[in-house]
Structures are given as C-alpha cells and as structure tokens.
C-alpha cells in the first residue's frame, strides 16, 4: 500500500507563489516506477488534472491554463513530487491532490493511490 500526503497550501494573494508537497510512504521503491501527477478540484466543479510527471522526471505534462506558470518536479531519493505555483490567480483557488498513475497520459483518467488533499486559496 501506498500512502501519499500533500502539504504546502495556504492562503495567499494573486501573483503570489507556493510550493506544494506530496510524500509518499509505504510501497516507495515500487512507486518511483511510476508517473505521478496533481489534480485539483474548485468549489462546484469536478475534479481536474493540472500537471503530471514520468517516473524518471524527463516527461512533463500540464493543462494550458498553468503552463508557465506552474513546474512540477520529483526527487525520488526523498520519496517526494513537488508543484511550484507562480503568479497565482483566484481561479487556481482549489484543493490539489497528489495521485500516482501507470504513465503522464494514462494518469489523467487513472489514478491509482490518491493523497487527502490541500486546500490552496488565492484572493484577489
């Protein structure tokens, strides 16, 4: 079993960057073989992928409304993927969750370990 847990959301102004965390516990040496991404959901609306990363870290894949300002990394010696968040907007505003998936274009409609989620809140 693997347990992943997101951290780094907060409340903050537009413009503003975070950093948001996901580390993985448990199964770890069998995860690092696999994609992971970030979704998020906002306040009425279903869920979405926003970012998702190969299991080596050299593929990266991103929704258009975050490219460039969004980067999302992975250190797999920590167990740990990370999503930079620059030049934040009110319509990031969302919980992000973490999910590890079999590859970046499979993990948008399959995720098979999800993190509890962390709310980020962007005011204008």
């Known amino acids: 079993q693997v347990h992943l847990v997101e951290s780094g959301g907060g409340l903050v102004q537009a413009g503003d960057s975070l950093r948001l965390s996901c580390a993985a516990s448990?199964?770890?040496?069998?995860?690092?073989?696999?994609?992971m991404g970030w979704f998020r959901q906002a306040p009425g609306k279903e869920r979405e992928f926003v970012a998702a990363?190969?299991?080596?870290?050299?593929?990266?894949s991103y929704i258009d409304s975050v490219k460039g300002r969004f980067t999302i990394s992975r250190d797999n010696a920590k167990n740990t993927m990370y999503l930079q968040m620059n030049s934040l907007k009110p319509e990031d505003t969302a919980i992000y969750y973490c999910?590890?998936?079999?590859?970046?274009?499979?993990?948008?409609?399959?995720?098979?370990?999800w993190g509890q989620g962390t709310q980020v809140t962007v005011s204008s």
């Open positions: 999910g590890s998936g079999i590859s970046t274009t499979a993990i948008r409609t399959r995720v098979d370990y």
């Open positions: 448990g199964l770890t040496f069998t995860l690092r073989r696999y994609a």
């Open positions: 990363i190969s299991s080596d870290g050299g593929i990266t």
